[in-house]
């Protein structure tokens, strides 16, 4: 095979120095000869390779399409293959390496061992396997947030809180849960779902420790082991987190009873479809505080219409109009009329809306159209009944 004696330093040489793994192989894949940087990255000496076969360090689920690889070059389908495999360092970790073998034949054509080149590339599939998670939790996290600001800006006040509830559980693989808000007593009420059960407990912040340290802490927590919830019923594993607008506690999720242990990503997934769900839900439970006649003048105002004009399409006085429009300020901590249109905006109740998205009422106000009350860029987006008799 060798022309000189030099030819077969020069390759002992290139073998043995070579900065990637090299192996002479057998027939039967026991290790003839490897290089120092095989046995590094194997975690195992010379000697040691020498006692084994590749397919006792080569990871169990990749062994057969390797077999199956060596024997279509052995059947001389092909000269050579490559593939990206994993190996079993000593220690007991996993080692992913792109393998080129190739098949040596004698001077008649018949095998005589591989010659294996092993590349160390964990790094690269550590580094696409954790952006192949950040681009599955992003598309999650999206999904989710979408969903919920959905809910929030669609549902009836009556089913909403049950709605969102269950898009987070589905969203977090999980069996049981509560979607809780603070009402105006300072306690906490909303939904529970789970174990067959349906039903809105209304319980105190400081009934579930796990509460009191989420509401504390300001961040989501995870907890793989059976706890009892506020309200009294216990889950085997927990995901709670409190939803902050403003640094302003509005309310708690707590989730349970996956089927897996929760992880730091969930937690961060969580943390992040409440931040981007908050805002939304506070405007809904500002506007739930409003009167129906403090939500009919703020409408109204949505809508461009002046106190004047809202006061002759309720029939009252200007100055009530005022004392209304006063109040839901007040109640939304609303600095004019402008960020009344960011609550409407946010709530977008079917009072607003319809399903095309374009503004109307739902009891609009009976107006002589003659009057010409609304103003001109308005008259195409909002319905009016016509005039009685």
């Not at 940087?37 to 390797?66: N, W, Y």
């Not at 405007?283 to 004009?309: F, H, W």
Request: aromatic content about 6%; charged content about 25%; hydrophobic content about 40%.
């Amino acid at each position: 095979m060798w022309q000189t004696e030099y030819d077969r330093d020069a390759f002992r040489r290139a073998f043995d120095d070579a900065g990637i793994g090299m192996a002479i192989v057998d027939l039967d894949g026991r290790y003839v000869h490897v290089n120092a940087s095989l046995c590094e990255m194997v975690g195992r000496s010379k000697a040691e390779l020498l006692e084994l076969t590749f397919q006792e360090i080569t990871h169990p689920d990749d062994l057969e399409p390797d077999l199956e690889l060596a024997r279509r070059t052995l059947a001389g389908e092909m000269s050579h293959y490559h593939m990206e495999k994993r190996y079993l360092h000593k220690q007991g970790q996993v080692v992913w390496i792109l393998l080129s073998g190739s098949l040596i034949r004698d001077a008649e054509g018949r095998p005589c061992y591989f010659v294996s080149q092993i590349q160390d590339i964990t790094a690269r599939k550590i580094a696409e396997q954790e952006s192949a998670l950040r681009l599955r939790d992003i598309q999650r996290l999206t999904h989710t947030a979408n969903q919920l600001l959905r809910a929030f800006e669609t549902g009836e006040d009556e089913v909403v809180y049950a709605e969102v509830l269950q898009i987070a559980l589905a969203a977090f693989e999980s069996k049981a849960g509560l979607f809780l808000r603070f009402d105006n007593d300072g306690s906490l009420v909303g939904p529970y779902r789970g174990a067959g059960a349906v039903f809105s407990p209304r319980c105190s912040a400081d009934s579930c420790d796990l509460w009191s340290r989420v509401i504390t802490e300001r961040r989501v927590i995870a907890e793989n082991r059976p706890r009892k919830m506020g309200c009294g019923l216990t889950v085997a594993r927990s995901l709670a987190g409190p939803i902050l607008y403003n640094d302003q506690v509005l309310g708690i999720v707590h989730l349970g009873d996956a089927a897996h242990d929760y992880t730091q990503s969930e937690c961060d997934l969580l943390t992040r479809v409440m931040q981007l769900t908050a805002p939304a839900l506070y405007a809904r439970m500002r506007l739930t505080n409003l009167t129906t006649r403090e939500i009919e003048v703020m409408d109204m105002i949505v809508m461009g219409l002046t106190q004047k004009q809202i006061a002759t399409a309720l029939d009252v006085s200007v100055q009530t109009v005022a004392k209304h429009r006063a109040r839901v300020l007040e109640k939304l901590s609303a600095r004019g009329d402008v960020d009344l249109v960011y609550f409407a905006l946010k709530k977008r109740s079917n009072r607003l809306f319809d399903p095309a998205g374009h503004h109307v009422l739902r009891h609009p106000p009976i107006v002589d159209r003659g009057a010409n009350y609304l103003p001109r860029q308005l008259e195409h987006e909002i319905a009016l009944e016509p005039p009685t008799e």
